[in-house]
Structures are given as C-alpha cells and as structure tokens.
C-alpha cells in the first residue's frame, strides 16, 4: 500500500513538473510551429517565383524548395524532442502501432471468399497479403482472376501478390460471380461456382482448414449447411461475436448476433453450449461464465422465450450458468458468454459498432483549441489510440460461425484491410486451438442427443 502511494505521489510530482517545465519554456513550441510555417512558405515561394523562368530553372525550384523543406523538417526534427521528450516518461504503456508478432508453428490454409463484401476484391486482397506476414497462414484467394489482377494493379499490391505466389503462400482459385448482398440466401443452389461456394468447398475436400467470407451473411450459412453441414444435435448454427470488456484481456462472447432472428428454447440452450466450448478453446477460460440476456436480474423477468430458455439452463450441469445478464451488464467483463436471439444480437452488435467513433467524436471536439489544445493532445494520444483501438469493430473484423462441421468466419460487409487481418488471426486462433475437434465431442453430450 506505501508503494502505491510513493507511485502516485511521484507521478504527481512528474506531472507538476512537465507542467511548469512547458510554461518556462513555452517559446520552443512557438519557434516549432513558426520554423515549420515559415519552411513551408518559403518553399512556396521559390517554386512559385522560380518556376516562371522555364523549364531549366523549373529543376533549380525543385531543388530550392527541397533544400528549404528540407530546412524546416530538419528544424522541426531538432526542435521537437525538446517539446514532447519529457512525455515519453510518464508513458508506461506499450505503442499501440507495433503490428503482431507473427507465431511459430506450421502454417495454416484458409480460403478466402476474395469476392464477398462492400469493396471487394481490393481490400480483402490487401487484408491477406498483410496477414500472411504476420500469421503463420497460407492463403487460398477464391474470386475472378481479371478482376483480382485488375484490383491488384490499381492498388499497386501485384508484384507483392506474384511474390507471395512463388513463395507457395498465396493461392489463386477461380470461381465465377460473387452472390451480392441482396441476394437471397438460396442463390448459393442456383449459382454453384460462386466464390464462397468454391471457398467452402475447399474446406469441404480438406483443401483449407477454415474459410473467411465479408459477403452475404445469409449466403455463407446456407454454403456452409448445404456443403459440410451441421453438427449433430444443433438444429440452427449461431454467429459469436467479441465484444470488449473493462477488462482488455478479457471480451465477451455474444451469440446469436445474426444467424437466427426467430429462436426456440432448445437453440438458445445450444447457443450456450456451442459458446462454453469456445470461450473455453480459444479464451482459454476454465469456466466461462454464462448469461442470457434478458431485460432484468429476476427469474420471472422476460418474454416466453427468456424465461423457457432460463430453465433450460438453469438445469444443464456442463454450464457455469450465472442467471440473467441486463443490456448494462454486456461489456462489464461480469460475463464470458451472452446468449440471446438473432434480432436481439445483431441489433446489439450495430449499436456497438458506432459507440467508438461517436466516444471519440466527442472527445476530439471537448479537447481545448489552439495550442493548449495541441499540447493537450500529445498528452493524450496514446490513450486515444488505445480507446480507439479497444472500441473499434475492425479490431475485431470476425464472426465465428458455430454449430457447422467446419471454422467460417464472417466478416462484416464494409470490412477493409484491418478487419481482414482481424478476422483472419480469429481463424487462425480457432484453427490453432484445435476448436472444431471439441465442438464434435460435445455431440455426446445427452441433451444433444434427446
């Protein structure tokens, strides 16, 4: 307890000190933002007057206004340690921007539906080329191989993409045309060679391990019940999201977030059990702590379906059931699973998806103007980065598809490079946490089985 006081008095004291530091030396932040203003203008300047005289003297501006921005970079450089150094003390935590480390352990195929999504193929490309540094995966790339090299090409990743090929970890697959996002789920029967039908078909023959898909939510359950089915005993697979929690190291598991808007008992029941098993895998906790989400604590509380489903629970032995679990109680880190319907879930997941960028609007425009304002911001931006970071839905780009014979992935439709990444480090995880092996053993469980 002593030492917990000696830190926060000399924290204190550090802060006090940064504080008088800056007023006494206030005048470097103005010869900072002065010498970089004025670089800039007198580059302007001399590519302004100089660039009249023709094309020879053209070169000369160039090389005036690169040796004047080289001037004021070179002042800015020398300058601004002076300025923000003595933050860097009171810095504890870790750089948000450092990329993951990339595990050890043999490499792992996922197919991926390079079709699917909002701004496919550009972006999902991007996403898995980056994914290959950083995980120990391989990349089977499912789509339109003109429009794949087109998109390669104009986001200037082709050379990267015929580099990855001759490593022998990037793979193009052709398929035919994608099923867009208002299509029907059905369409996946009329339309056989489309890009998440080839994708889930190569899980399906053993070719990959785990298939990823940012397409047609409903597209790719109906590939996957049509092309490897269903577990034994669960009559309708359900989507598990991660949502963050107080905790940083510990995200709650939502389920169903899509999959199933009008539900039974029995699936809720199911939901549960499918979401023990992966918060046991891949969270790696001993005993998750279930809820159901409901709209209050008590027993009697909720529609037909909540308090049948609370029941059904309440009685299962191989769940850590803890009751009821309040909208308020998501994110509290009090609960490892939370069960509820498809409607509920999905419109939950929404909410959440706009909570970080409308949190850090507001913080960006209560920060002071000017330099107060500036200097304030230094003092912040790591935290902001790291709040940004937790509440962004891109850091979690990826939805597990549970209760199929096989790892699916889905993606939301606007992913871009990060949600991809995201999304593939999930697969990857399941893969690693050998999940599938222990969602087929719970098929012996009897209530599956009655």
């Excluded at 991926?112 to 950083?134: K, N, S």
């Excluded at 995200?251 to 029995?266: H, R």
Aim: charged share 20%.
């Amino acid at each position: 307890m002593a030492k917990e006081n000696y830190r926060k008095i000399n924290k204190s004291r550090a802060i006090r000190r940064l504080v008088i530091w800056y007023k006494r030396n206030a005048a470097v932040t103005s010869i900072v933002d002065s010498a970089a203003n004025s670089a800039a203008t007198a580059s302007n300047v001399a590519e302004n007057v100089v660039s009249s005289a023709g094309s020879v003297v053209s070169t000369a501006s160039s090389v005036a206004g690169n040796v004047v921005s080289s001037a004021g970079s070179l002042a800015k450089n020398t300058l601004q340690p002076l300025v923000f150094d003595p933050l860097k003390r009171l810095q504890t935590s870790e750089n948000s921007n450092i990329k993951d480390p990339i595990t050890t352990g043999q490499r792992v195929w996922i197919a991926v539906d390079g079709m699917g999504g909002d701004h496919a193929p550009g972006p999902i490309l991007e996403g898995c080329l980056d994914a290959i540094q950083r995980f120990p995966i391989n990349i089977k790339f499912v789509g339109q191989i003109e429009k794949i090299n087109e998109a390669s090409k104009k986001i200037g990743l082709y050379e990267l993409m015929e580099k990855e090929i001759q490593n022998s970890r990037f793979e193009l697959i052709a398929s035919g045309a994608p099923i867009s996002m208002n299509e029907e789920a059905t369409a996946v029967r009329k339309k056989k060679e489309a890009s998440i039908n080839v994708a889930m078909n190569l899980v399906k023959n053993n070719e990959a391990q785990a298939v990823y898909s940012a397409g047609n939510s409903g597209a790719l359950m109906a590939s996957a019940i049509f092309r490897i089915g269903r577990l034994k005993g669960i009559d309708r697979p359900a989507i598990g999201a991660l949502f963050p929690t107080r905790d940083q190291s510990r995200p709650v598991l939502v389920l169903d977030v899509g999959a199933n808007t009008d539900c039974k008992p029995n699936y809720l029941l199911q939901f549960a059990l499918l979401g023990n098993i992966y918060a046991k895998d891949v969270l790696q906790i001993d005993s998750p702590k279930i809820g159901l989400l409901n709209i209050g604590e008590e027993d009697c509380k909720g529609n037909e379906l909540s308090l049948q489903t609370f029941k059904l629970l309440s009685k299962e032995k191989d769940l850590n059931f803890l009751g009821n679990c309040e909208g308020r109680d998501v994110l509290s880190g009090e609960f490892d699973v939370v069960v509820c319907d498809g409607f509920t879930g999905n419109v939950l997941l929404k909410f959440l998806e706009s909570v970080g960028g409308v949190l850090l609007d507001i913080l960006k425009s209560e920060l002071p103007r000017g330099r107060r304002g500036k200097v304030g911001s230094a003092f912040l931006k790591s935290n902001l980065m790291r709040i940004k970071k937790r509440l962004d839905h891109a850091e979690h780009g990826g939805a597990l598809l549970l209760g199929v014979n096989g790892i699916c992935v889905i993606g939301h439709g606007s992913s871009k490079s990060l949600s991809v990444v995201s999304a593939l480090r999930l697969a990857h995880s399941a893969v690693h946490h050998d999940v599938m092996e222990h969602l087929i053993q719970l098929q012996k469980l009897p209530v599956l089985n009655s």
